[in-house]
């Protein structure tokens, strides 16, 4: 059991209406398993419309503010004032509950990349908990927390913001052993004045560090100083990762193959030696932090390092596919699925990897394979989006890119920049794509998704998965 009522009841200082036992915690009836705690969070829609449902669907009980109307009162529930307030308190007690060393991922880029590696490599050396999903906002925290089991041995925290003030409260509630930052670009630039403002706010994730913890950062960004002098202010012990010199855990090469990229490192001078299943620098370089944040845990650096391998990137965060297009005439394309979110930094870092894929030339009626892009608007990017668009355009090596179809009233800026023969489609919509998606490739191509969720370039994806039937995956993928 992971509640009881009773431990439930002191946690939060709620009334339990009758004993009862769950075996998770949930926030949504439509993933709700027979057992779990229901908790009735208001959103966009308030949750206590849904407790009855809960409840017929095998919920062992709800966790409300009210007897919801429909709802009887010797129903199993257990009744508090704010419901927010109470979940925070679950987690609390989760928390205080277990003798887990726990890490919290912050960062502009790679925060759910990086959560998933480390659920990898520390899954081989005890009980590890992270959330399934991207839970990394204010409910999404405590709510990890309050899933995790008294017997785990290392939690993977996520935590995000989109305006000041929202990660040092996470963090603390979370009372991390070590906490990472993987980077910190332009993303979210409506709220913040600059990049160093961002900065400043990742930083904040120090803040909720137990004493004697350990501060892991990217030893190459221009704000690096304002990481590491946070830091120190807070008595962490700090640890760099990245290709400068001064790294404690530095790359000194990655080669990016087809299928995997294969990394030379030092750490803190000694040899170390990695792969990571999937093409991309930002990968590599986010599982350089990801080994030092395994070794800063306790765990087995060389065996988290052996581990890695089985890492693959999420849905749509550069995921890599076959499409088999024919499977007698053996014709097919390979999809490249970032459509999850974009931001400056990690456009520039997906369309590197599609710059270094090799087509497949001689299968496809056009004869030579090509790199092709569809670039959905970055989101939340401030005054700045206009200029932060057209940029695209100056990125080292998009000659490579045979053709670039750009999705989105702000991705206009950049098709109105590129060369006239790089320029594909422009849409307002990736509604109006996604039907041509049988127009946009060939055999042998190679295609990049990208673009901010809002974008709805995940659209595209779904109508070329829908060309054909994948086939069985390529080594290293899912």
């Known amino acids: 059991m992971l509640w009881t009522s009773t431990d439930a009841a002191q946690a939060t200082g709620g009334r339990a209406t009758t004993d009862w036992q769950a075996t998770g915690v949930s926030i949504d009836t439509r993933t709700l398993q027979p057992g779990e705690l229901f908790v009735a969070l208001k959103d966009v829609r308030d949750g206590h419309d849904f407790v009855a449902a809960a409840l017929a669907a095998g919920a062992a009980a709800a966790l ?5 109307e429909g709802v009887s009162d010797s129903a199993p529930l257990l009744i508090v ?40 490599i520390l899954s081989g050396q005890g009980r590890t908990h992270a959330a399934e999903a991207s839970y990394n906002n204010h409910w999404g925290v405590p709510l990890t927390l309050a899933r995790m089991p008294a017997d785990t041995d290392f939690a993977v925290i996520e935590i995000g913001m989109n305006h000041p003030g929202e990660i040092a409260p996470l963090a603390r509630l979370a009372q991390l052993d070590v906490a990472m930052v993987t980077t910190v670009a332009a993303a979210h630039l409506e709220a913040f004045d600059s990049i160093e403002g961002i900065a400043h706010e990742k930083a904040a994730i120090f803040d909720g560090l137990k004493p004697g913890g350990t501060a892991i950062f990217n030893a190459d960004l221009p704000t690096t100083p304002i990481l590491r002098a946070k830091a120190v202010a807070v008595g962490a012990m700090p640890v760099g990762f990245g290709q400068s010199n001064d790294a404690d855990w530095r790359l000194l090469d990655a080669r990016i193959h087809d299928e995997a990229t294969v990394c030379r490192a030092t750490r803190r001078g000694e040899p170390l030696l990695y792969k990571v299943s999937t093409p991309g620098r930002h990968f590599a370089l986010n599982a350089l932090g990801a080994l ?33 297009l024919d499977i007698v005439e053996e014709t097919f394309f390979d999809l ?16 590197d990897v599609l710059i270094a894929a090799k087509p497949t030339d001689g299968i496809g009626r056009v004869g030579g394979g090509r790199r092709i892009a569809v670039l959905g608007d970055m989101l939340e990017l401030g005054p700045e989006e206009t200029a932060l668009h057209q940029a695209i355009a100056q990125h080292p090596g998009l000659s490579a890119v045979h053709l670039i179809h750009c999705v989105g009233p702000r991705m206009r800026e950049l098709h109105a920049a590129l060369p006239r ?30 673009g901010s969720k809002g974008s709805k370039v995940s659209l595209v994806v779904d109508a070329l998965r829908k060309m054909g039937q ?9």
């Open 470 to 478: 994948a086939a069985a995956p390529k080594e290293g993928t899912t």
């Open 336 to 351: 490249i699925d970032d459509a999850f979110n974009a931001n400056p930094a990690s456009m520039a870092a997906a369309l």
């Open 421 to 450: 023969g790089q320029r594909g489609d422009w849409v307002e919509t990736a509604q109006e794509l996604a039907p041509r998606a049988r127009n946009l490739v060939d055999a042998g191509d190679i295609l990049l998704i990208k």
């Open 292 to 324: 030092a944040v395994a070794e800063a845990l306790g765990a087995d650096p060389m065996i988290a390092a052996h581990d890695l391998g089985r890492w693959v990137p999420p849905a749509g965060r550069g995921q890599r596919e076959r499409i088999t």
């Open 81 to 120: 004032p704010d419901v927010l307030t109470a979940l925070e308190a679950l987690g609390k007690a989760a928390r205080a509950r277990t003798k887990a060393k726990v890490v919290g991922v912050t960062g502009s880029v790679g925060k759910t990349s990086t959560k998933e590696m480390l659920r990898a």
């Open 64 to 68: 409300v503010s009210r007897i919801p």
